[in-house]
């Protein structure tokens, strides 16, 4: 799924048009193999709408031993350096902050340790640092969501059955990703308009209800909350939404 959620953002960035925030970044083979950097820029792409493209001999930025400290594998500390620029400077300040250190622990490499983003003082926590207002995420996600999906008991007997409930979605172990991104997973594309990252819906394919407007902002809040909420305990009998 994360393949197609980079194609997307690609496609996302492609349509911001003439003023294309991007630059490029070198990043040693032995780096990009770990899959750290399909984990991170994507999320980074998402925030704030940056597009990075990693070629090789990259001159606007590059990971490796000079610069900035950034993360660690192991004995193995990466460097961050880069030429002056907004873009550039947004791309370091989320790595170091606690956003962006919540996400550099939270990658699961297919082999080998994980990353650390304490590179200079006491290990963190390795849970991802959730920023958004969660009560506002909660008067959201009744708003917006509670017409299908159980929130919390106030709509229990609104939604819809045929939608798994927010605490059930809590439990999976990537619940976080699938809540930023919930705009790309079906069915919501075909209903949902996130303002400055969504295309308008085609003439031909209106919305075929209510559509759900959010700002990227509101989809942090919405994940703050859902991490708030207690995760269904899978083990018990399942029961009717
Ligand atoms: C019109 C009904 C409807 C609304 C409104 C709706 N959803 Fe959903 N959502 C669904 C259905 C149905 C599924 C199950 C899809 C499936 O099982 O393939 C789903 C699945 C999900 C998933 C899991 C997707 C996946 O593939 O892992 C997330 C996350 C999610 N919804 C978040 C939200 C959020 C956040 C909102 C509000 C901003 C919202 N939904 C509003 C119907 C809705």
């Not at 997307?8 to 070198?26: N, P, R, T």
């Not at 400290?69 to 606690?98: C, I, N, Q, Y």
Request: net charge negative; hydrophobic share 45%.
């Amino acid at each position: 799924m994360l393949k197609s959620v980079i194609a997307i953002l690609a496609v996302f960035a492609g349509a911001a048009g003439a003023q294309e925030k991007s630059f490029d970044l070198h990043a040693p083979d032995a780096l990009t193999q770990t899959g750290i950097l399909k984990h991170l820029l994507p999320r980074f792409s998402l925030k704030t709408g940056i597009r990075i493209t990693v070629t090789e001999g990259a001159t606007q930025a590059r990971f490796g031993a000079d610069g900035v400290p950034v993360f660690s594998r192991g004995d193995e500390v990466w460097h961050f350096s880069k030429t002056d620029g907004p873009h550039t400077d947004a791309f370091l300040d989320w790595l170091l902050s606690d956003v962006g250190k919540g996400t550099i622990e939270q990658f699961r490499p297919a082999e080998g340790a994980v990353f650390s983003a304490d590179v200079t003082a006491q290990v963190q926590a390795t849970v991802a640092s959730l920023s958004g207002d969660a009560k506002l995420g909660e008067k959201l996600s009744l708003a917006q969501c509670g017409r299908c999906h159980v929130i919390n008991e106030t709509n229990r007997m609104n939604a819809i059955g045929s939608s798994p409930s927010f605490a059930l979605m809590r439990s999976f172990p990537d619940w976080q990703e699938r809540f930023e991104t919930f705009f790309l997973l079906r069915p919501h594309p075909a209903f949902t308009q996130v303002a400055e990252v969504t295309d308008p819906f085609p003439d031909h394919l209106p919305s075929p209800i209510a559509p759900i407007e959010v700002t990227l902002e509101e989809i942090e809040a919405i994940t703050a909350y859902v991490g708030s909420i207690a995760p269904a305990d899978l083990g018990a009998p399942i029961q009717v939404q």
